[in-house]
DNA sequence: CTTATAATATCATAAATTAATATAAAAAAC
DNA sequence: GTTTTTTATATTAATTTATGATATTATAAG
């Protein structure tokens, strides 16, 4: 429609997606690198840009004249993160999965096609990234995206799956949709989802829903081990019954019927 | 100036400003609590929170017609904390420490007045919200801002001191601006905070400075414990050595001369 | 040193935002 | 259950702001 949608305020989109920029970066941006990130007119990155330094959200440095995303984001971050009651009821529990062999457990939501991290209990080895929560990957890739999406309504999987973009990450990462559909299926019968070499070469991941009364899935626990340190008959005998005693103990928690 | 500036997006701003109003919150709010929260015209308050919600940042409760925020906070902060080198190199580190004494171990940097934490190892007894990355508090009431503080320049200690409004959370909290000064020196010549009984009755903190080749502090390493499994006397003999060598290794790390 | 690129600053114009107001829906009081 | 109050939603003329073209300055690259 030609005529101004007057209850959107696009000022502030804009804002936004310049912030948005930056986690998809890791070094500093300029102006220029920001208006063709985002599309802006260079005049148009320059006062979003400069508004968000002077609020606080982004970093200027003086020399090189550019940007980075400032600790104030962790402020917003902590907004959505005191409230998470999942979170909180799950952390203990998340705790003692990790005691049982001495591996990561972490705890996942379906954020649109995406699976973000909303809390990470890394092991002693676990890489700097792996433990940071609002971490993003593609659901159809991960062993608790196809969980997840394996426990909703059939509709609902269709849109996703055909919403996702597929990327390959390795050389065994599957990406023939019919294959996803399988993968999908298989984790409904099984209650749990793995992969191997899905995301890198050597990882293997189990994962399990946390299901609510209705028996839909919005969250996964999740547990990503490596080879050769294990192998997939281990990890379904062991693991894939860890993740599902401990993902169905948080649904009981949260979502028993009364 | 009555003249705008025509650097600044007005829009941007407010619309954040909706956004930070929700981490004072536990519960969720409506249009009304965020236009009184705000100070913002209703409708002003309505465009913005409309705006939010179409844009993922807020969840909706149809039924309440309340929001709440959203997972896609989680991305912005992402967005910082991957780039957080300190935390990244601190993180073994602290993890390390806190085997010693069984005892959690924090990161933290100065933010205006506030203390924000960027890296939380817990032990098993810490509460949820200690384990939150990007939870606040007030710089002058914790031995982790008093002791960033204490290596500052004198002129930024008086702008600070200045700045802060003094809070009491408890019985003992220091709120005499002499004494808290007489704090920060004495955090000063031995090199590391310690308090006790500051934020809550039985809590005892002990905090060192992490410098740069300046010798100025940014950031500090902490460790909270707990009365009446630990006082003042073992805080002093055990974990202040601990966090000293803990932030002087991460000092030298990241700021060594070369 | 010269040229190219990026950043910064300015301003007339177009577009967006404001807040007053009307209407609808829900909550609270009776 | 009804009435009143409060909150939410929707609309719009007036006012303010954001846009992008352009000029100037600064820095990087050759």
Not at 31 to 44: L, P, R, V, Y
Not at 198 to 226: C, H, K, N, R, Y
Not at 229 to 258: I, K
């Amino acid at each position: 429609m030609g005529q101004q949608d007057t209850l959107f305020v696009a000022s502030l989109e804009k804002g936004l997606r310049v912030l948005e920029v930056f986690r998809n970066q890791r070094e500093n941006l300029g102006i220029t690198d920001i208006a063709h990130a985002t599309g802006f007119d260079k005049s148009t990155a320059q006062r979003f840009t400069t508004t968000l330094h002077r609020l606080g959200y982004l970093n200027r440095d003086e020399r090189t004249r550019r940007y980075s995303p400032s600790i104030r984001l962790m402020d917003l971050a902590f907004t959505y993160s005191h409230q998470d009651r999942l979170a909180e009821i799950a952390r203990p529990r998340l705790i003692e999965a990790g005691k049982r062999y001495n591996t990561s457990v972490n705890l996942c939501v379906l954020e649109g096609t995406d699976i973000i991290y909303t809390l990470c209990i890394p092991n002693q080895t676990a890489s700097f990234m792996m433990t940071l929560s609002g971490r993003r990957a593609p659901a159809l890739c991960l062993a608790e995206g196809i969980c997840i999406i394996a426990f909703r309504r059939s509709d609902e999987i269709k849109a996703i799956v055909g919403a996702s973009e597929i990327t390959r990450f390795t050389e065994d990462t599957i990406i023939n949709r019919s294959a996803i559909m399988r993968r999908i299926a298989d984790a409904h019968s099984k209650g749990y989802g793995i992969g191997k070499g899905q995301i890198s070469s050597d990882e293997i991941s189990v994962a399990a829903p946390i299901l609510d009364s209705t028996g839909v899935a919005f969250a996964a626990v999740q547990i990503p081990v490596f080879q050769p340190n294990w192998n997939l008959s281990d990890v379904e005998s062991n693991l894939a019954p860890l993740v599902l005693d401990t993902a169905r103990s948080l649904s009981r928690t949260l979502y028993r019927t009364t």
